[in-house]
């Protein structure tokens, strides 16, 4: 894609803000008319820019109510491995997001869950039984103090 110049970052900051909006309402938050404000998103959407529109939720209010971040350590790191593991990860609902990484841990995790009952059966049931695993530290979520999805976005001059 083209650079993305001060009219589409406008648009993906309102879209980052309410993503129900329509092309009639981000048109005139961004000052242009309809049809040119939809070809733009169209072309973003192209792109790849805009991965998905979803709807997020209140853990809480779902009974989702234990968030733990859980780092992951492998015994060996071969590809076959490495991949297989990922794969059994991918599967697993509770994991809301899962990053490979380059430090201590090999992996961290993101679980959500209902109560701590339901993240034991997840360890022992689900992880636990995922091949080369070498180590599992779990840290739990006392109070969310920000959580966003917005990413930070530099408007062109």
């Avoid at 993503?19 to 192209?46: C, D, F, M, Q």
């Avoid at 859980?70 to 059994?88: D, G, M, N, W, Y």
């Avoid at 995922?130 to 103090?145: K, L, R, Y």
């Avoid at 990413?151 to 001059?157: D, G, I, R």
């Amino acid at each position: 894609m083209d650079t993305l110049d001060a009219i589409d970052m406008k648009i993906l900051q309102a879209l980052q803000e309410d993503a129900r909006l329509n092309t009639k309402e981000i048109a005139h938050r961004i000052g242009l008319s309809v049809t040119p404000t939809y070809e733009r998103l169209k072309k973003i959407e192209r792109t790849g820019v805009i991965k998905n529109y979803v709807t997020l939720l209140d853990g809480e209010k779902i009974g989702k109510t234990l968030t733990v971040f859980c780092s992951v350590t492998l015994q060996l790191h071969s590809q076959r491995l490495i991949k297989q593991f990922e794969t059994a990860i991918k599967k697993m609902e509770e994991v809301m997001e899962c990053y490979h990484l380059a430090g201590t841990y090999d992996y961290m995790l993101k679980i959500v869950v209902d109560d701590m009952r339901s993240y034991q059966f997840f360890l022992t049931n689900k992880l636990a039984a995922v091949e080369n695993i070498a180590q599992v530290h779990s840290s739990f979520v006392m109070t969310p103090v920000k959580q966003t999805t917005a990413f930070q976005l530099k408007l062109p001059s």
